[in-house]
């Protein structure tokens, strides 16, 4: 059973540009959350999304939005980007009401 | 605003010793208390949770102890192993339901030593 996959592994971007990462969930799973984690600090929640919709979401700015397709799987763009948006992005997916769980991550930096 | 305080920042311990970090929150609304073990590269992994209609669960090696009047939680890690060493993250939610964003500790790195 597959778990969480997120893709790039890796992404350098230019300040300015637009960046889109994306998160396959574990096998049952409906709901899916993004997270970024700063180095050296614990995860920062960014929104979530179940049913194709964003449920909740953190203190991000609009630059920051996502989307969820029917398989499930979602996306994360972010545009304008800042040096300050350099971090790792974590996707989690859960069913609802059950623990999340985490896929490997995507490094991304902007330079 | 940081709504769950996690200490040490950073923690040596032999092989074999216990391993002993602590949380604390301030949102009376949290009631889902999970560990999350990362290692260097990875996302981080579910250890172990914790409601706080129970005081302590125990899973393996690992065991939550949780003071709902003092608002804290902690993680035990007995005979700890160098397998072990990573950093350590306590989070807390609201619980059950599409709304439930996890609030994230700062973390704590663990070294074990041989």
């Known amino acids: 059973d597959a778990g969480v996959t997120q893709s790039p592994t890796h992404l350098i971007k230019t300040r300015g540009q637009q960046v889109t990462l994306r998160c396959s969930p574990k096998s049952g799973h409906d709901t899916v959350s993004w997270y970024q984690q700063a180095l050296g600090q614990g995860p920062q929640f960014i929104f979530q999304y179940y049913e194709e919709e964003e449920r909740q979401r953190g203190n991000f700015p609009d630059r920051f939005s996502g989307h969820q397709f029917p398989n499930y799987s979602s996306e994360l763009n972010v545009n304008a980007l800042l040096l300050g948006d350099s971090a790792l992005y974590l996707c989690?997916?859960?069913?609802?009401?059950?623990?999340?769980?985490f896929g490997p991550g995507t490094r991304l930096t902007v330079t | 605003q940081q709504q769950v305080k996690q200490s040490p920042q950073s923690l040596i311990v032999q092989k074999g010793g216990i391993s002993i970090i602590n949380c604390a929150y301030e949102n009376t609304a949290f009631d889902y208390f999970p560990w999350y073990q990362q290692f260097p590269g990875k996302g981080p992994a579910l250890l172990i949770a914790i409601r706080p209609d129970v005081s302590e669960k125990k899973e393996g090696r690992f065991t939550i102890s949780f003071n709902k009047s003092a608002k804290q939680f902690s993680l035990h890690i007995m005979d700890s192993q160098p397998g072990d060493s990573a950093t350590y993250f306590c989070?807390?939610?609201?619980?059950?339901?599409?709304?439930?964003?996890?609030?994230f500790g700062t973390g704590t790195r663990l070294q074990v030593t041989l």
């Open positions: 989070a807390a939610s609201t619980g059950p339901g599409t709304a439930s964003k996890l609030t």
């Open positions: 989690a997916s859960s069913r609802v009401g059950y623990e999340q769980y």
